[in-house]
């Protein structure tokens, strides 16, 4: 028999499909979210090989990595409202359709412009596809095994997203440009795969009908950011589109406060703990995607590391996140979220503090690694008690929406980070040489680099010191 709940006058299934059924929705979103979750560190690490294979200058680089988030932070929300409203499983399945479709459009980009293109179709399928994923497992399983479930989801789900760089490396370092193009038809098996296994449960989840879709929310909100993305990444770009962005940012906000069915739910940053955790989540995501995306392009470029070898960065993180999520979580119901947040962050202001001013000597493996460790410490002190504040601060029926603006504030910053940050890397580099990210070799080149990366580190360290003074006054959970 199916459980159910009520919500407003239509009858919704809370598990939605047979227990023989749940362990196929459980893998299928696992295949699914793993596709997503590594989208952005492995296209970071096959970033040079596709800027010389593309002929990408670094401008295109960026827009390659924003395309995708743009797309994705921008419709993430609307995305699971198209759930609610058509079946979680249907629009998670094609979401899946979508993002395969993108990933085989990366694979055979003959331009940097058409692997634009592509990356943002890939960031439309993973807006659809991510939501889902978790929504499903939450709807197979009943009240009493969702936890364990859950857990699995994310035990594997991290896995995966550890394993990913390292297949990419591996891939790319033996492969050439063959490898990095495999690394997105990669994703098309794995699509599939999901597919099938969810395949029942596509055409039986029919939705309810009667759940409105903030489109006009989703639309002000991809032209908005699109621009600012536009403004911050050209360097020719007219001041006066900051007006604009403005202007349209403002309408999004001021749609989505008298809209009846908004994608964001602005009482919510009525909250303190909510609004501090949310912009703790700005900045420390600002810091960290900064670095993620630009080490790689500078270490393969300029320091003659593998893009296997630079897949010992990202390790790290992943690791340390899952070995100290547990216990950080425990701490953070003792004392609170902020003091876990603030030593955290502090922890990865001083890693990227000692990026900047040892990451132009090209030591990857002496200096730049262990920095990366330290940095991977102080994630896995934040990670756990961030969620727990963002899901304490919310009532129990805004804990879908509480964690859905959560992830889209990491996407947006991810999103502002790459692109101000290349301007600063490309300024630092200077005018003369390759530029910064490019295939070089010579003492200048290198000083060039290392002067770029100590910019965008430099950043990141006080981004992430921020969010350290931030996470002070987060207040305790009550």
């Known amino acids: 028999m199916t459980n159910a709940r009520a919500s407003g006058d239509t009858l919704v299934p809370a598990v939605f499909c047979a227990p023989e059924d749940r362990r196929r929705i459980l893998c299928a979103a696992v295949l699914a979210s793993s ?11 096959a970033m040079p090989a596709m800027r010389e294979a593309l002929g990408a200058t670094l401008t295109q680089a960026q827009w390659i990595n924003a395309a995708y988030l743009l797309t994705l932070s921008a419709l993430v929300l609307v995305g699971g409202a198209l759930g609610d409203r058509f079946g979680i499983a249907r629009v998670f399945a094609i979401g899946i359709w979508i993002f395969a479709a993108g990933s085989v459009g990366c694979a055979f980009a003959g331009d940097a412009g058409l692997m634009i293109a592509a990356r943002a179709i890939k960031g439309i399928g993973a807006a659809l596809m991510v939501p889902g994923s978790m929504a499903m497992v939450s709807r197979a399983y009943p009240a ?28 790319i370092t033996s492969g050439g440009e063959l490898g990095w193009r495999l690394i997105f038809g990669l994703n098309l098996p794995l699509g599939l795969a999901a597919l099938w296994l969810v395949r029942r449960r596509a055409t039986g989840d029919q939705g309810r ?5 903030d489109l006009v929310g989703g639309a002000l909100a991809s032209v908005g ?35 009846a069915a908004p994608m964001i739910r602005l009482s919510l940053f009525r909250n303190p703990l909510f609004a501090l955790t949310n912009l703790v989540t700005l900045t420390l995501y600002f810091a960290l995607s900064g670095v993620m995306f630009y080490l790689p392009m500078v270490a393969v470029s300029s320091w003659s590391v593998t893009a296997l070898e630079v897949t010992a960065a990202y390790l790290p993180t992943s690791v340390l996140i899952a070995v100290l999520s547990a216990p950080a979580g425990r701490w953070a119901d003792r004392y609170g979220p902020g003091p876990l947040m603030a030593a955290g962050s502090a922890m990865v202001a001083l890693a990227y503090a000692g990026l900047a001013l040892s990451g132009g000597t090209g030591d990857f493996w002496g200096r730049v690694l262990p920095c990366m460790v330290l940095a991977g410490a102080g994630l896995g002190l934040v990670v756990a008690p961030l969620t727990a504040a963002v899901m304490r601060a919310a009532g129990p029926e805004e804990k879908g929406a509480a964690s859905g603006i959560n992830n889209a504030v990491a996407r947006v910053a991810a999103l502002i980070a790459v692109a101000l940050l290349g301007r600063a890397a490309a300024w630092a580099y200077g005018p003369e040489g390759p530029g910064f990210g490019a295939a070089g070799t010579g003492a200048a080149h290198l000083a060039a680099s290392g002067a770029g990366f100590a910019a965008v580190t430099a950043i990141a ?18």
């Open 209 to 213: 009908p009667g759940v409105r879709v």
């Open 225 to 259: 950011l699109g621009l600012m993305a536009w403004t911050l990444t050209e360097p020719g770009a007219s001041p006066f589109l900051w007006l604009l962005v403005i202007g349209l940012l403002a309408a999004f906000l001021t749609w989505e406060a008298v809209c």
């Open 144 to 171: 009493q095994e969702q936890g364990r479930a859950l857990g699995l989801w994310a035990a594997a789900s991290t896995m995966t997203t550890a394993l990913g760089p390292v297949i990419g490396g591996v891939l």
């Open 35 to 45: 596709m997503g979750f590594i989208d952005m560190s492995v296209t970071a690490i």
């Open 461 to 478: 360290a006080a981004m992430a010191a921020l969010a350290a003074v931030l996470a002070m006054t987060t207040p305790r959970f009550r």
